[in-house]
């Protein structure tokens, strides 16, 4: 009875959240779910969702990233102190859109994407809101990098606006313009500011040695540079989608999920192998 219960309490959790956001896909897709690839976005959504692991998780790093501005502040220097975090996973939380496209056995969709960002729905991810603010009450400029394009600057200003964010502004938000890669825009910001700390779930919202790179050179990059994660680079966590997983399928994003289920089920033979 337990093997039976347990999946039916799952999916039953989820339609709550769901249907607060009206957006619960209809319970004929909910069947048509692809194993691996969707599947496991809905248990990586629920987990986000549900568990107080994931919001301890959060707590810890903005709990970090306070200890860690702190810390700068007590060193002086010639230009003006800046934040520069991402937003998708690391201030605001889209969980429930990814899952109900997940319930409908959807991968990501541009379409259906840009509709959720333009409602301006999304909550905060715990603890971002208290650590921005208090960072802009020490004279910390926020600047928010985020690959949203150009045409969503309304719903996301709309949103981050909502939570009352410090610097939710036209000149703080720097939206993906001709590329998805963030160091032109990071660099932008570090001609006029010290940038004391960057957040994000995602390593190449760190830097560019993590972008388009293999599994094994993200890897490596990250052993190398390892001293700099807790310190300056603060990673939220993201199981449901990323870079990590686009580095799987050696960036073809333009795989089907069916595609993408047979390359996860080698990595997961090869993981059971090992």
């Known amino acids: 009875m337990k093997k039976n219960f347990f999946p039916f309490l799952i999916l039953l959790l989820s339609a709550c959240s769901l249907q607060k956001h009206q957006i619960l896909p209809d319970k004929r897709s909910i069947a048509t779910a692809n194993p ?22 959060c707590f810890q790093a903005y709990n970090l ?13 010639a230009k003006p102190k800046a934040i520069v975090t991402d937003i998708d996973e690391t201030v605001l939380d889209n969980s429930p859109h990814d899952m109900a496209e997940a319930l409908a056995g959807k991968d990501f969709d541009l379409k259906t994407w840009k509709l959720w960002t333009a409602k301006a729905e999304a909550d905060t991810i715990a603890g971002a809101a208290a650590f921005l603010k208090y960072a802009a009450s020490k004279n910390v400029a926020i600047f928010y990098i985020t690959n949203r394009d150009e045409d969503e600057r309304a719903g996301t200003l709309k949103n981050l606006q909502k939570f009352n964010l410090p610097n939710a502004d036209d000149t703080h938000l720097l939206l993906k313009q001709n590329t998805s890669s963030k160091e032109i825009r990071r660099d932008q910001v570090l001609q006029n500011y010290d940038v004391v700390l960057f957040l994000g779930d995602n390593l190449n919202d760190f830097s560019a040695m993590f972008e388009r790179k293999t599994y094994e050179d993200r890897l490596q990059n ?29 960036y073809n994003y333009q795989l089907k999920p069916v595609q993408k289920d047979s390359v996860l089920k080698k990595w997961a033979i090869k993981e059971a192998s090992n």
């Open 222 to 250: 990250a052993k190398t540079h390892q001293a700099e994660f807790g310190k300056k680079f603060i990673v939220l966590p993201n199981p449901a989608y990323g870079d990590w997983e686009g580095a799987l399928y050696q």
């Open 65 to 77: 990233a306070q200890f860690r501005l702190d810390e700068a502040l007590k060193t002086a220097s």
């Open 36 to 57: 691996i690839n969707t599947n496991g976005k809905i248990m990586a959504n629920i987990w986000m969702q549900r568990s107080a692991e994931y919001k301890a998780l």
